[in-house]
């Protein structure tokens, strides 16, 4: 059955399909072992027009931003997609789009838990990755899982965001968190999501040779370098995740429209974290808009079916997610729900 075919009924027996996905520990069996899977619309628009959704009777948004191996702080504004604010970005340091791989928060380093997202917290400080230096590896695929977890950064890269220990990919020296996989035996992989970039490696047989061309972030320069302020420089994502550290930030909508919103509360980043693993353990992917969409589609559902039924309805159906995978989305949801009832509950009085 191909990786992403269309997704059959849901009256179906589901019980392959469950078989097909073993253990929720992605990295015990392989990088993407969900099965029943469409193409997901791209989740980020490139509308130059989207800045008519951002009140533009307030003062407009202003970012600082640094390239990551040093670089004077630039000030990035009028941009309303994750694409614009890497043109936004570009001209403002005047280099080529297609040079910046990704954008981390609060951070000058390769630090795959500060990575920009979906949301950019009002107060987060903008670092933009470079291409580095590109090197080709030859590897064989010895095991059923290479022990990769790919992203991308919303403008046409993927690039590996975590590695399995012990893994396959762990064993080659020369692959490393960040690298941005531009080619497979030969094939481009620019312009891709980073999901159809995990679903190619996944198809390769086992015990296949191939070949992987890897552009790395630049890792030289300053080491040191920072915001001048300090409290940028000191604002971290909440609990080290890419959801701002302002009180508000500014979220792009899968529409492509920007839209300030309260920053989420504890229930909502456990929750959209919680399906996060859930995406990669069961597909090989880190994707923080995209779970944030499930979490936004189920947090006002009050059963598996109509949370069932509002993905069917959405975009997302074309992923053709499993009644069992659904079921596991809607226990992480549930689950953070009950939590933040339990920890906003009044403590009884004592009786005396």
């Keep these: 059955m191909p990786l992403f075919a269309r997704k059959s009924s849901k009256q179906q027996n589901s019980q392959s399909a469950a078989s097909d996905a073993g253990s929720a520990d992605h990295y015990n069996n392989s990088d993407v072992t969900m099965r029943n899977r469409g193409s997901l619309p791209p989740t980020i628009s490139n509308n130059n027009n989207n800045n008519n959704n951002i009140d533009k009777s307030k003062a407009p948004l202003v970012f600082h931003c640094q390239l ?7 000030l990035i504004h009028d941009f309303s997609s994750v694409r614009e604010l890497y043109q936004k970005i570009a001209e403002c340091f005047d280099i080529s789009e297609k040079d910046i791989l990704f954008c981390t928060l609060n951070s000058h380093k390769v630090d795959m838990t500060r990575l920009l997202g979906g949301q950019i917290g009002l107060d987060d400080f903008i670092f933009a990755h470079r291409k580095g230096r590109p090197k080709e590896i030859e590897i064989i695929k010895s095991q059923d899982a290479l022990g990769l977890t790919i ?28 690298d941005h996989i531009e080619k497979l035996n030969g094939q481009d992989m620019v312009g891709k999501r980073h999901y159809e970039v995990a679903r190619m490696l996944k198809d390769i047989p086992t015990g296949q040779t191939f070949t992987l061309r890897l552009i790395e972030p630049v890792r030289s320069g300053f080491q040191g370098i920072g915001p001048r302020n300090s409290s940028r420089a000191s604002g971290s994502s909440l609990g080290g995740r890419n959801y701002g550290s302002g009180k508000e930030t500014l979220r792009f909508k899968a529409n492509g429209n920007a839209q300030i919103e309260p920053k989420f509360d504890e229930s909502t980043v456990a929750g959209i974290d919680a399906i996060n693993n859930l995406l990669e353990s069961f597909m090989g992917i880190n994707d923080t808009e995209l779970a944030s969409q499930i979490w936004d589609l189920g947090i006002n559902k009050s059963n598996s079916m109509d949370f069932a039924e509002a993905i069917d309805n959405s975009d997302l159906e074309s ?5 069992d995978f659904i079921i596991e989305l809607w226990g992480a949801i549930t689950d953070a729900r009950r939590k933040n009832t339990t920890e906003t509950s009044p403590t009884p009085a004592s009786n005396k």
């Excluded at 990551?68 to 630039?74: F, K």
């Excluded at 403008?155 to 020296?173: H, L, Q």
């Excluded at 992923?319 to 009644?323: P, S, W």
Aim: charged share 25%.
């Design 319 to 323: 992923f053709g997610f499993t009644d």
């Design 151 to 178: 992203t991308d950064n919303g403008a046409g890269y993927a690039f590996i965001k975590r590695i399995k220990e012990d893994s396959i990919i762990d064993r080659i020296e020369h692959i490393c968190v960040g």
């Design 68 to 74: 990551a191996h040093g670089s004077p702080t630039g």
